[in-house]
């Protein structure tokens, strides 16, 4: 599918290399620091942020009902995104964080005339991954733990290749049932011109140069810097 692109919004999102040279400018409101070092993080900060985990297909639960222990197992969600529980039947899971298919299976088992059911649901084993193709050491599917960034998911797979092109770096992720792409700078990134992108389940993550693939050929041969992700429908 040919990409719809505008070459008003290119000449918004890119700064020229004639005028800046090989320079990447902060992202406005950049505020300087009158230190010569970062400062220590505090114990918060070493606390990796999470995002709440929302369950997917072929992740293995357990669903445990507090007393009553007929009705706690260890389950694994189908291909559908459902699991099949003891008197409530078949539930669907995905798309649901721990807490809300909690929150479920205990309204149903009150259904079922189960007295104050406590539920708690644990994720023992995750299945959703990342893609990381490309220039890479390693390509591959990488488990999403947490919250993980694009820097974070390329250095998962043991960081750039030698011919990579930091450049050319680009997001494919489905929203609403579309297919949508990003084209990000790590080197603009790197310098802060705007901020490490969240990558979430599903999204696949390509590296380098390849013709077959080059969504954004017009603007990669145009060899300037991109100052903020541009954006793209697919189809």
Do not use: H, W
């Not at 290399?17 to 620091?33: E, H, K, N, T």
């Not at 649901?96 to 189960?114: G, H, Q, W």
């Not at 990003?182 to 802060?192: E, F, K, P, Q, S």
Request: with cysteine; proline share 5%; charged share 20%.
């Amino acid at each position: 599918m040919r990409i719809r692109m505008l070459s008003a919004i290119v000449g918004s999102l890119i700064l020229s290399a004639c005028s800046s040279g090989d320079r990447l400018v902060g992202r406005p409101g950049m505020q300087v620091l009158q230190q010569t070092a970062l400062p220590e993080p505090t114990r918060q900060d070493l606390i990796l942020e999470r995002r709440a985990y929302v369950i997917g297909p072929l992740d293995k639960l357990t669903v445990d009902v507090y007393g009553v222990e007929e009705l706690t197992r260890s389950v694994q969600v189908d291909a559908s995104g459902e699991i099949a529980l003891p008197l409530i039947g078949t539930v669907t899971a995905a798309g649901k964080t721990p807490l809300e298919l909690a929150d479920m299976v205990s309204a149903k088992l009150k259904a079922r005339y189960v007295r104050n059911p406590q539920v708690t649901v644990s994720v023992d084993t995750g299945a959703q991954t990342v893609a990381i193709d490309g220039q890479v050491n390693t390509p591959g599917l990488y488990p999403v733990v947490g919250r993980m960034t694009l820097m974070r998911a390329i250095a998962s797979a043991k960081g750039l290749a030698d011919f990579a092109q930091p450049s050319y770096v680009v997001v494919y992720r489905r929203v609403n049932n579309q297919e949508m792409a990003a084209l990000y700078d790590l080197r603009a990134i790197r310098n802060g011109a705007y901020a490490d992108p969240d990558i979430f389940a599903n999204d696949i993550v390509y590296v380098g140069e390849d013709s077959k693939r080059r969504v954004f050929e017009k603007v990669i041969s145009s060899g300037v810097l991109l100052a903020a992700p541009l954006v793209t429908l697919i189809r």
